[in-house]
Structure formats: C-alpha cells, structure tokens
C-alpha cells in the first residue's frame, strides 16, 4: 500500500511542472490571440475565460487543445457589444473533444442563430449561451417573449444547422420584465 502511494505521489510530482508548463503556452497562444485572459486553476481543470469574435471559436478551441490539454467544456455566450465571452475548461484527461470542434464553431456562426442582442424581439427566440462538455449533447440557453417560438422559430433553425438533431426543451422559467413576461429557457440537442 505504501509503495503505490509513494508511486501515485511521484507521478504526480513529476507531472505538475509539465501541465504548469503547458497552461503556460497555452495561456501565451490564447493572449497572442484574444488579448487578456482571464485563468483560473481549478482542482481537476485549468479554465480560461475571454472574449473574442464567433468566427474565432473553432480557433480558441485548436488552441486550447494542446500541449497534452485536452479541451473538457466550452460555453460562448453573446455580449452587448456583439462579441462572444468564451470559458474553455482543459485538463489532461485525453478525449475525442476535438471533432466537435468544427460543429460546434458552425453552430455559433453568424446568421445561424440569432443572439440577444438589446431588448427581446416579439417575433422569435434568441439565444444568450451555448455550451457542451462535448459527449453526446449541446445545450442552448435563450429568451422569448413567447414560449412557442421555441418550437416554431427555434427548433426550425436548429433542423436547418444540420449539425444538431432531436432538439428538446428542457426547461423554461417566466419573469416579468419591462418588456413583459420573458421566458428564460434551455434546449438540449444532440451532435
């Protein structure tokens, strides 16, 4: 029992500098790219929060992904000023993450969603965040001031991506607003 332990405990050591050392890179290659960059070492995870243009993702994504780091969660949500806040969670457990990577980016591309942007339009849901932990399911968050839009404009939408299928609403939630009754909701698709 002892022996194991010492054994678990020297591998351990011996692995920190490296995953150190790849947070660093991958830190240096994401500020190269995005400007500040907000890290943060989490306890199974190093997490990386930024903001940048949607046409990037797919870009942020690659590079996080390296390095012997491999990608575990990605969430993009629309700013104000039209840019995305992205937090992108690595660690050194391998997956096959990274042939999401292109779907998920197509997903988040300009004109195949529409992203909150000011006040809630009558006539269609919008979207606020998208994230994955890229298994098998995708999770759109969004508001409307109309719960059947989710069906009626929404779900049309995620048909036309080809990229998500069997969308279902998982949850939606009323708040009275300035500008009315605002259903905050979640839409769980697969890959």
Same mark, same amino acid.
């Given at each position: 029992?002892?022996?194991?332990?010492?054994?678990?405990?020297?591998?351990?050591?011996?692995?920190?500098? #490296?995953?150190?050392?790849?947070?660093?890179?991958? *830190? %240096? +290659?994401?500020? $190269?790219?995005?400007? &500040?960059?907000?890290?943060?070492?989490?306890?199974?995870?190093?997490?990386?929060?930024?903001?940048?243009? #949607?046409?990037?993702?797919?870009?942020?994504?690659? *590079? %996080? +992904?390296?390095? $012997?780091?491999?990608? &575990?969660?990605?969430?993009?949500?629309?700013?104000?000023?039209?840019?995305?806040?992205?937090?992108?969670?690595?660690?050194?457990?391998?997956?096959?993450?990274?042939?999401?990577?292109?779907?998920?980016?197509?997903?988040?591309?300009?004109?195949?969603?529409?992203?909150?942007?000011?006040?809630?339009?009558?006539?269609?849901?919008?979207?606020?965040?998208?994230?994955?932990?890229?298994?098998?399911?995708?999770?759109?968050?969004?508001?409307?001031?109309?719960?059947?839009?989710?069906?009626?404009?929404?779900?049309?939408?995620?048909?036309?991506?080809?990229?998500?299928?069997?969308?279902?609403?998982?949850?939606?939630?009323?708040?009275?607003?300035?500008?009315?009754?605002?259903?905050?909701?979640?839409?769980?698709?697969?890959?």
């Amino acid at each position: 029992m002892k022996k194991s332990a010492y054994i678990l405990v020297t591998v351990l050591l011996l692995t920190m500098p #490296f995953i150190a050392n790849a947070n660093e890179i991958i *830190l %240096a +290659n994401l500020s $190269d790219k995005f400007g &500040q960059i907000s890290h943060r070492d989490l306890e199974t995870h190093q997490e990386f929060v930024f903001s940048g243009e #949607f046409t990037d993702i797919e870009h942020a994504l690659n *590079l %996080a +992904n390296s390095n $012997d780091m491999y990608v &575990q969660y990605a969430s993009v949500s629309a700013r104000e000023d039209g840019k995305a806040a992205i937090i992108i969670r690595v660690s050194p457990t391998r997956n096959d993450a990274s042939r999401h990577f292109a779907t998920f980016s197509n997903i988040l591309r300009p004109g195949m969603f529409t992203w909150k942007s000011g006040k809630v339009p009558e006539n269609m849901a919008v979207l606020t965040t998208v994230e994955t932990s890229f298994d098998n399911s995708v999770s759109l968050q969004g508001l409307t001031l109309k719960s059947s839009l989710i069906f009626s404009h929404l779900f049309p939408l995620i048909e036309r991506t080809g990229e998500l299928r069997d969308p279902f609403f998982s949850r939606g939630s009323y708040s009275d607003t300035k500008a009315g009754r605002v259903m905050d909701f979640t839409v769980l698709c697969q890959w």
